[in-house]
């Protein structure tokens, strides 16, 4: 019944806001990790060719010139929020929208009457298992949109029928599992197995190089994952008929909350990046291996509210073994004791050999946290504060909401 309502309502927002995903070449973007990063980084490549786009993520939403952080605490809007987006990039010109589509926006249907042209997917790893119950539930969700792109009408717009276009990670396991489903075009990017778009000679020394087609990249971005997510996004962007030798020549940048570097002339480093999970916390320690540093001081915390307990006392052991300090706080409690939370953390940063009110400290009040990590800080160390990114608010009890911004929080104490 539950189902059913929800669909209903996706029904009803669509011809209310008269199916203005009908009007756009419209760009999914799914997986675990690095979905907010591909969004921007698609988007960034085709205004780099001249084009209009419209972006809604976790970080952002963007109608053509118009963008503004996302302060929703939910990476897809409802229903006819959604549909009303899609309809203000139709008016504003826009050509493309690059939609951030989670798994449990999936379940509620609010990606049903989005008509698709491409969906982009990352990459697979156990999250949101409570919430779904259980992984192949997690996983079917994410193929559930594969399903919709598949089934949907193709578009006849600007002159030419739109294909359906699938770019999937040969690297990852999911990838076997998508070729089921019969797109126009099924493209694949990687860069450890061959792929269509293969990156070659990569190097990730405080910064990453690489190359695809005899075409150099190289940006400012740390690790690995950042290769994928440029690959993913150039994929996407040639797949719709832009060339890859104009494409190179675009220069990328940041994503507000994603390895965002925070300086007010201090002699540290201060880092704010997402990384809620242990797979996303480890590709950003990988990462930050070849950056130069002194000491490490982590500031983290884990989700309440449905997210998976399993993970806090894992985020709190990678913790304990890889930073030189680590700080315990809250981040987003929901209805679950945030205390409790902690204790789980701070327990897997002691089993890593931390001792408390040594190298460990447990401060609830994240602001006070971040203030004791900056007052730690000496000469060319680092402090790296994952778990909420560019996020806008801590979410509480009964659905409070708390006004907070990691970035804004650093750059007041310094």
């Known amino acids: 019944m539950l189902s059913l309502y929800h669909l209903m309502l996706a029904e009803l927002a ?43 993520s976790t970080v952002n939403f963007k109608v053509a010139d118009k963008e503004w952080l996302n302060d929703k605490k939910m990476t897809m809007l409802g229903r006819f929020q959604t549909q009303r987006l899609l309809r203000d990039m139709v008016k504003a010109g826009c050509k493309y929208a690059i939609i951030e589509t989670s798994s449990q926006g999936i379940e509620q249907f609010r990606h049903i009457s989005i008509n698709y042209d491409l969906v982009v997917f990352t990459n697979l790893s156990p999250e949101h298992i409570e919430a779904h119950g259980g992984f192949v539930n997690y996983r079917d969700a994410k193929e559930r949109l594969f399903t919709h792109l598949t089934k949907m009408k193709k578009k006849n717009l600007f002159g030419k029928l739109v294909d359906k276009i699938i770019v999937s990670n040969i690297d990852d396991e999911e990838n076997e599992r998508l070729k089921k489903f019969k797109a126009d075009k099924f493209a694949t990017y990687g860069a450890d197995k061959i ?36 690959l993913a996004s150039l994929a996407a962007v040639n797949q719709l008929g832009f060339g890859l030798q104009e494409l190179a020549s675009c220069q990328l940048k940041g994503v507000s909350g994603r390895q965002e570097w925070i300086e007010q002339g201090q002699d540290f480093k201060v880092m704010v990046d997402y990384a809620p999970e242990p797979t996303s916390l480890n590709l950003l320690y990988k990462a930050l291996d070849n950056f130069s540093k002194n000491r490490l001081i982590h500031v983290l915390g884990s989700c309440g509210g449905g997210r998976d307990k399993a993970r806090q006392p894992i985020l709190g052991q990678m913790a304990g073994k890889v930073a030189d300090i680590v700080i315990v706080s809250n981040e987003d409690p929901y209805d679950d ?67 907070h911004d990691d970035r804004k929080v650093v750059e007041d104490f310094l």
């Open 14 to 56: 669509a011809f209310y806001y008269k199916n203005p995903s009908e009007k756009l070449i419209v760009i999914g973007v799914t997986g675990t990790n690095g979905k907010t990063t591909t969004v921007n980084f698609i988007s960034q490549y085709l205004e780099c060719q001249g084009e209009k786009t419209g972006i809604a």
């Open 195 to 230: 792929a269509n778009y293969q990156a070659k000679n990569i190097s990730l020394d405080e910064g990453l190089y690489f190359e695809i087609k005899n075409q150099k990249i190289k940006t400012n971005f740390l690790g690995k994952f950042n290769v994928y997510n440029i």
């Open 337 to 403: 004791d945030p205390i409790e939370i902690m204790s789980n953390v701070a327990k897997g940063a002691k089993d890593a050999g931390k001792i408390e009110g040594k190298n460990l400290f447990k401060i609830e009040n994240r602001k006070e946290a971040i203030k004791k990590a900056l007052e730690l800080a000496q000469k060319d160390d680092l402090v790296l504060i994952t778990g909420k990114g560019a996020e806008q608010y801590i979410c509480g009890p009964n659905g409070k909401k708390i006004p």
